[in-house]
């Protein structure tokens, strides 16, 4: 599952097929064939019965495996398994100052903006914050003192932590995104995906492979 929202509220939740038709985004061709919405959604409503999870859990990976063309002993590795955990966050109350020097001190390119409870609201990233002060050079000052809920935030494209890491790769591929946060179903940030994580994922785990 993935999700969009817009300063918080959400606009979208469902499946990644869903996401490329509301978008109007097209998919890679390298991977187009795997993306199939049925078997996520198998999945996520057998997870839900508890007595039967596991033997549910199996079937629908199975089915995935073989609507994918994947061989079945591969393991499909879901976007809770690679995301780093403890993922830097910063508060929508706080200042576009602190935003930046929380990303500066950390070495990171971009930083999940959250409300009270962690619940996610956007992305900031580097050249948001260069743009904020472009647009408006003669009030930089007043500009990096602002609190973040003051500014125009970007729209932010999250995946849940059971989603398949190659549809996560797929996103962040033909949206561009370098990455991803990773959401509960109240919209609270547990985690978020970066290329980074995947390259570690790639060099690490020999029998991950990103595509079939």
Not at 59 to 78: E, G, P
Request: a negative charge.
């Amino acid at each position: 599952m993935f999700a969009v929202y817009d300063k918080g509220s959400i606009n979208f939740r469902s499946t990644v097929e869903n996401l490329y038709d509301i978008k109007k985004v097209t998919k890679s061709e390298a991977i187009h064939k795997y993306a199939h919405e049925d078997v996520e959604q198998d999945y996520e409503s057998h997870a839900k019965n508890q007595h039967q999870y596991q033997d549910s859990k199996d079937q629908a990976v199975n089915a995935y495996k073989k609507t994918a063309n994947i061989d079945i002993r591969d393991t499909i590795y879901h976007a809770h398994q690679i995301m780093s955990k403890k993922c830097i966050s910063i508060d929508i109350q706080d200042t576009l100052q602190d935003a930046y020097n929380l990303i500066k001190r950390n070495n990171i390119n971009q930083i999940p903006i959250t409300s009270s409870g962690n619940k996610i609201v956007s992305m900031l990233y580097k050249k948001n914050i260069l743009n904020y002060l472009m647009d408006d050079l003669n009030n930089a000052t007043n500009i990096v003192n602002k609190p973040i809920k003051e500014l125009k935030l970007p729209e932010l494209i999250t995946t849940d932590p059971i989603s398949d890491i190659r549809r996560v790769a797929q996103v962040m591929l033909d949206f561009n995104i370098h990455a991803i946060p990773v959401v509960d179903e109240s919209d609270i940030l547990v985690g978020i995906v970066s290329q980074t994580d995947i390259i570690k994922a790639v060099s690490s785990i020999p029998q991950f492979q990103l595509w079939a």
